[in-house]
T-cell receptor
């Protein structure tokens, strides 16, 4: 049983398009995260939600909008995709906002052409 | 400004020997540190943690050492096994609220 799942695994799209990445966790965790790993392998946090409420919002363009319909899901919608958005996006979850251990999904490899 | 640094992008070790992966940080307020292991095409998986009240934490073959005065932590794997070949990330936070990750070290254990 996959603890944190992401769809799709691979996403190739044209500049200017709008796309969504879905994340689901079946661990019963309260807190979910989106990370971006760029070409230099930096793994940076983008957003964090705790019980469907936004608690971390790093300096991310407004084109990125997370949506948490319930605490088991945190989707990432990206408008007007740019070349620089090409990266691997990881979803993660933790028991609570103060829980040190985060469980990561397998990643979504986004390539913007 | 990169607050967590892993200066060795790669490391090769013979099977059975010790692997030492290093991590340096700049923010003296960091008080929780984690190591994650990542296989290709998978997400990082939690390996071991240490809080700033300790200077050592062991879990089986894995030991993490923390030197607060030097702002340095290291992960020791003894003995190293081929299945340990992966990318290892260290991460640090102030109060487990938001983790800053290093860029990773690729470990290759040679059979």
């Amino acid at each position: 049983d996959t603890a944190v799942s992401q769809t799709p695994k691979y996403l190739v799209t044209q500049m200017g398009n709008d796309k969504s990445i879905k994340c689901e966790q079946n661990l019963g965790h309260d807190t979910m995260y989106w990370y971006k790993q760029d070409s230099k392998k930096f793994l940076k946090i983008m957003f964090s939600y705790n019980n469907k409420e936004l608690i971390i919002n790093e300096t991310v363009p407004n084109r990125f909008s997370p949506k948490s319909p319930d605490k088991a899901h945190l989707n990432l919608h990206i408008n007007s995709l740019e070349l620089g958005d090409s990266a691997v996006y990881f979803c993660a979850s933790s028991q609570s906002v103060k829980q040190e251990t985060q469980y990561f999904g397998p990643g979504t490899r986004l390539l913007v052409l | 400004d990169q607050q967590v640094k892993q200066n060795s992008p790669s490391l090769s070790v013979q099977e059975g020997r010790i692997s030492i992966l290093n991590c340096d940080y700049t923010n003296s307020m960091f008080d929780y540190f984690l190591w994650y292991k990542k296989y290709p095409a998978e997400g990082p998986t939690f390996l071991i943690s240490i809080s700033s009240i300790k200077d050592k934490n062991e879990d089986g073959r894995f030991t993490v050492f923390l030197n607060k005065s030097a702002k340095h932590l290291s992960l020791h794997i003894v003995p190293s096994q081929p299945g340990d070949s992966a990318v290892y990330f260290c991460a640090a936070s102030e109060g487990t609220y938001k983790y800053i990750f290093g860029t990773g070290t690729r470990l290759k254990v040679l059979a």
